[in-house]
């Protein structure tokens, strides 16, 4: 289980986060929405340690992010990028099998390679796209193998920053359900932050929604449409008009 | 008023850049630790001597070659005022070994690779690939700066020997064809003349100038900031400071090897 209490974080005089308190119980698939610009990256990667928060608490089963043994932790994590942030000079295999090669677990190449492409048949990409280079994939092609890299070493909590971002419908489509189903079958405890509210739809059993630093409103899935919450009405409906300033 | 409002702009800067020193001496710290604790990336390593080492061997030996051959063309020119023609075998070596061959050397492969580098690991900062290598346990400084700065600090001194060689050479060609020396007496020359110092001190600088461009161009590149202009800022910032140092570095060289 994943609790954050009161996490604050700025940048010079801007603050990001103003007191966050979020609870993301294990198993389960929390879904954190809001605009853009309302902190949802910096809080996944508070939680990740890639930035480091000003106060508050973050911790996992108990245990202070910021004192557990960095290697151990990481190695419970997997992420999807926004962007893919896949390495250039790398081809989609290694890529993939990055993890598989390297620290205490490490694997032969030669298993590490069919590992990979198990994982890419996974996330329905054949193996003659294994020896190629990222930039020759699509969007679309590069946010699988992207998933193909997070679920690679079978990680407890997998993390999705904006998994559908930049894809047609049909292609988001694919990977919502992609989502879905891995985070099932793996028994993963998952965080997806997006503002597209088809994915929130397909993949979340708990949402939250993340405005003006603080978490605004959180609850189950099913509660989302039939939620009182003027601010989460207006952003599910995708208003111009509400309490949420359209300038931002 | 006027005096306070002078220091405030004066201090500013002032503070600014011992931060700036403080910076990239903790980040030199860190790399200089992670070279000696392991993993190892020993592929990562080979890779950038190829990319360092090897694919800058022929800017490095055009630019030798012809700076050898003006050399002579030079001190010919300037020795015919005191009848002193035959020192150019001589003073073209030791120019070459002790000064040029390191200095220009090292000013080419900075323009070659710290911009190289720091384009690329800004690339990667800006599309999250550091940070993704962070979460795959992977720490970004021992994965991406040591082999590059290892590599640098390793390739450039032998870039610097081939480069003098060939910069030596540049000048007897010049001193056969232009200057009508007698080829033989022209390499007996060079040889009576050169000391081993002379090359040592000259590789030694090419260590430092390679350690010096390949820290400035991951230092750069992984404090880049957002988006193209980000990138490009880094790089530019890389060029100038890995330039600045190593002329700065050379003359701090030069007078703890020759002075004392």
Not at chain 1, 141 to 152: P, S
Not at chain 2, 63 to 83: C, E, P, W
Not at chain 2, 96 to 106: D, I, K, T
Not at chain 2, 119 to 145: F, H, R
């Amino acid at each position: 289980m994943i609790e954050l209490s009161g996490v604050t974080k700025a940048f010079g005089p801007k603050k990001v986060l103003a007191g966050v308190d979020l609870t993301i119980p294990s198993g389960k698939s929390m879904v954190i929405i809001g605009g853009s610009g309302t902190g949802k990256s910096v809080l996944l990667k508070c939680i990740l340690g890639l930035i480091v928060h000003d106060a508050g608490f973050i911790t996992l089963d108990g245990q202070d992010v910021r004192r557990a043994e960095r290697d151990a932790f990481l190695a419970r994590f997997g992420m999807l990028f926004q962007g893919g942030a896949l390495f250039d000079s790398l081809r989609v295999w290694e890529n993939v099998a990055f993890r598989l090669m390297r620290g205490a677990s490490r694997h032969p190449k030669a298993q590490a390679r069919e590992m990979a492409i198990e994982k890419l048949r996974r996330v329905g990409l054949t193996p003659d796209v294994a020896d190629l280079y990222p930039a020759e994939l699509s969007g679309g092609m590069q946010k699988r193998v992207g998933l193909a890299r997070a679920i690679a070493a079978e990680p407890e909590i997998i993390f999705f920053d904006e998994p559908t971002t930049g894809l047609d419908p049909i292609m988001a489509g694919v990977i919502n359900d992609l989502i879905r189903e891995i985070v099932v079958e793996m028994g993963a405890t998952a965080m997806t932050i997006t503002h597209d509210m088809s994915s929130v739809r397909a993949i979340a059993d708990r949402v939250a929604m993340l405005h003006d630093g603080r978490i605004q409103w959180t609850g189950p899935i099913e509660e989302l449409d039939t939620c009182s919450d003027p601010y989460v009405q207006q952003f599910i409906h995708g208003r111009a008009h509400g309490p949420i300033s359209a300038i931002r | 008023m006027t005096l306070t409002r002078g220091l405030r702009a004066l201090g500013r800067p002032v503070l600014a850049s011992l931060a700036a020193i403080g910076r990239v001496t903790l980040f030199a710290t860190l790399i200089i630790g992670h070279i000696l604790r392991p993993p190892f990336y020993a592929r990562e390593f080979g890779v950038q001597l190829l990319h360092i080492g090897w694919f800058s061997l022929p800017v490095v030996g055009l630019t030798a070659l012809f700076t050898g051959g003006a050399l002579a063309l030079q001190i010919y020119s300037g020795g015919a005022r005191f009848n002193a023609e035959a020192v150019v075998p001589s003073i073209v070596a030791i120019g070459m070994v002790r000064e040029l061959g390191p200095v220009l050397g090292g000013l080419m492969v900075a323009a070659r690779v710290a911009s190289s580098i720091a384009a690329e690991l800004g690339t990667m900062k800006v599309t999250e690939q550091i940070d993704a290598l962070t979460t795959l346990s992977t720490n970004p400084i021992k994965y991406l700066a040591v082999p590059r700065v290892l590599a640098a600090t390793l390739a450039v001194p032998v870039l610097v020997g081939v480069g003098d060689a060939i910069g030596i050479m540049g000048g007897w060609l010049v001193g056969i064809t232009r200057l009508d020396f007698n080829s033989a007496t022209y390499l007996k020359n060079t040889i009576d003349f050169l000391e081993g110092w002379d090359v040592g001190s000259g590789l030694v600088k090419g260590a430092a100038f390679g350690f010096i461009v390949a820290l400035m161009g991951c230092y750069h590149g992984m404090t880049s900031g957002r988006g193209a202009q980000g990138v490009g800022k880094a790089t530019k910032s890389a060029v100038v400071a890995a330039s600045v140092l190593i002329l700065a570095s050379n003359y701090i060289l030069t007078e703890v090897f020759f002075t004392s």
